[in-house]
């Protein structure tokens, strides 16, 4: 200030000094307004979160106000129902918080259920009488949901066998944000039915995996709303245990050189067992979570109907579950297990498709080569691998029967053949139900009517 008053002196030099004072006063005070107007007339800014408006007694409610200027005074959250209020935060703060965050939950007996508002009102430290400058207040309304879903079972009878596939028709008290059946870490979503029930309407294909003994099966339907309140329900069901076969892969050096050289990323500085060893451990599992994403990509309805069609005059070489090893110079050398069919007919024999459905991928998929993936509906899908051409696209619609490509030898195949699998939101499950007619109609389509 001094080099600046210094320099103007000197250039008013005429004038007198009062009158130079006067000026540096009037140049201070201007100053010191633009700095007060930056200052304090920036009132706090309050951020309400979450935007969606159902909160469960366990939803967490943030607020966070920020002021650049003199910082926060004080910080008062109200809940505002029926025209009472409910003081849900009350803080104050030394001077020069420039933004503070508090989160909280709702207790039930303050705010009953039903609509309320949030009131956030917020006050800096300035000092300076700008009226409302220094105050914020911003309001937001909710609605409180504090009662989970009820979940009401609608099929009485379930029958399963270990490996096989299970449906089950539900109601619930309310729409869900999340519901499905839960058997250990799978996750089998169940979709909402349009329909006049004055309940919501839901059905779940799920499993009982062929990896999960019977005295380990211990499926449960859970549904969360959109308040965050979660329910589980046990239902009846009866399980059959299944013994699955054993069977062994001679592996010989002619294989390998003709199947992995089709593969990418596989690291080449091993041997040749190594670089097959990788494809089928590695490349395997990143293969088998790409069904888990294609099972999400499913329609909420049944696209199908009848039994599924089977690949015709083919023999089966190889069953659902088959515990295989894999044997190289007379010694195991992996082990995996094989979850599907191996449907061997002519070379090249047209392959239709199991039954009405919506194309969710054709292309080269890792182990299974060429391969195509059918969505049925509800998270049911067909997967028809090793194929030697591929004759649809994603999205396509595709009927019972319709040829979708043909067999051959892509992929980790010795010969020759169609891999079929069926997959029920990533889990594969066993196709041969899916071929009869009588366990069709007594565990799913009976269950509709
Ligand atoms: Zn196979």
């Known amino acids: 200030m001094s080099k600046e008053s210094n320099s103007l002196i000197p250039r008013k030099g005429g004038r007198r000094f009062p009158l130079a004072l006067t000026a540096i006063i009037i140049v201070l005070a201007l100053g010191a307004g633009i700095f007060l107007l930056f200052r304090d007339t920036e009132p706090p800014v309050i951020a309400i979160t979450p935007d969606n408006a159902d909160i469960g007694e366990q939803s967490p409610i943030t607020v966070t106000v920020a002021d650049t200027g003199s910082g926060l005074e004080s910080l008062t959250v109200k809940g505002v129902q029926d025209g009472k209020e409910i003081e849900l935060l009350a803080k104050t703060f030394a001077t020069g918080r420039k933004e503070v965050s508090e989160t909280f939950t709702l207790n039930k007996g303050r705010i009953k259920e039903g609509p309320f508002d949030i009131i956030v009102e917020a006050r800096d430290a300035s000092i300076y009488p700008f009226g409302a400058a220094g105050r914020a207040r911003t309001e937001k309304s909710y609605r409180f949901d504090a009662t989970p879903p009820r979940i009401y079972v609608q099929s009485h009878t379930n029958n399963l066998n270990q490996g096989g596939s299970g449906f089950l028709v539900y109601t619930l008290s309310e729409e869900a944000k999340e519901t499905g059946i839960r058997v250990g870490d799978r996750f089998f979503p169940a979709y909402l039915q349009p329909g006049s029930s004055d309940r919501p309407l839901y059905y779940c294909m799920f499993?009982?995996?062929?990896?999960?003994?019977?005295?380990?099966?211990?499926?449960?339907?859970?549904?969360?709303?959109?308040?965050?309140?979660?329910?589980?329900?046990?239902?009846?069901?009866?399980?059959?245990?299944?013994?699955?076969?054993?069977?062994?892969?001679?592996?010989?050096?002619?294989?390998?050189?003709?199947?992995?050289?089709?593969?990418?990323?596989?690291?080449?500085?091993?041997?040749?067992?190594?670089?097959?060893?990788?494809?089928?451990?590695?490349?395997?599992?990143?293969?088998?979570?790409?069904?888990?994403?294609?099972?999400?990509?499913?329609?909420?309805?049944?696209?199908?109907?009848?039994?599924?069609?089977?690949?015709?005059?083919?023999?089966?070489?190889?069953?659902?579950?088959?515990?295989?090893?894999?044997?190289?110079?007379?010694?195991?050398?992996?082990?995996?297990?094989?979850?599907?069919?191996?449907?061997?007919?002519?070379?090249?024999?047209?392959?239709?498709?199991?039954?009405?459905?919506?194309?969710?991928?054709?292309?080269?998929?890792?182990?299974?080569?060429?391969?195509?993936?059918?969505?049925?509906?509800?998270?049911?899908?067909?997967?028809?691998?090793?194929?030697?051409?591929?004759?649809?696209?994603?999205?396509?619609?595709?009927?019972?029967?319709?040829?979708?490509?043909?067999?051959?030898?892509?992929?980790?195949?010795?010969?020759?053949?169609?891999?079929?699998?069926?997959?029920?939101?990533?889990?594969?499950?066993?196709?041969?139900?899916?071929?009869?007619?009588?366990?069709?109609?007594?565990?799913?389509?009976?269950?509709?009517?």
């Open 207 to 449: 499993a009982h995996p062929w990896d999960v003994s019977v005295n380990d099966y211990k499926p449960f339907i859970e549904a969360s709303d959109a308040a965050g309140n979660s329910a589980k329900r046990h239902f009846n069901f009866h399980t059959n245990a299944r013994a699955f076969r054993k069977d062994r892969i001679n592996l010989s050096t002619s294989f390998m050189e003709r199947t992995i050289p089709e593969f990418k990323g596989v690291p080449t500085d091993g041997s040749l067992l190594d670089q097959y060893l990788y494809i089928n451990n590695e490349i395997r599992k990143q293969n088998r979570a790409r069904l888990v994403e294609f099972g999400k990509e499913t329609r909420s309805n049944m696209l199908w109907s009848g039994t599924f069609k089977r690949l015709p005059n083919a023999a089966n070489r190889a069953r659902f579950a088959d515990s295989r090893d894999y044997m190289f110079q007379g010694k195991k050398v992996d082990h995996q297990t094989h979850l599907g069919l191996d449907l061997a007919s002519l070379r090249h024999a047209p392959v239709p498709a199991g039954n009405d459905g919506r194309i969710v991928f054709a292309d080269f998929l890792g182990i299974y080569g060429n391969v195509v993936v059918i969505d049925h509906g509800l998270g049911l899908q067909t997967l028809y691998a090793h194929l030697s051409s591929v004759d649809v696209n994603p999205g396509d619609p595709v009927d019972r029967g319709d040829v979708i490509g043909h067999t051959g030898t892509t992929g980790l195949a010795g010969g020759d053949h169609l891999h079929y699998g069926v997959i029920v939101s990533g889990t594969p499950v066993q196709p041969i139900e899916w071929w009869d007619t009588t366990w069709i109609k007594n565990n799913v389509t009976s269950k509709l009517e």
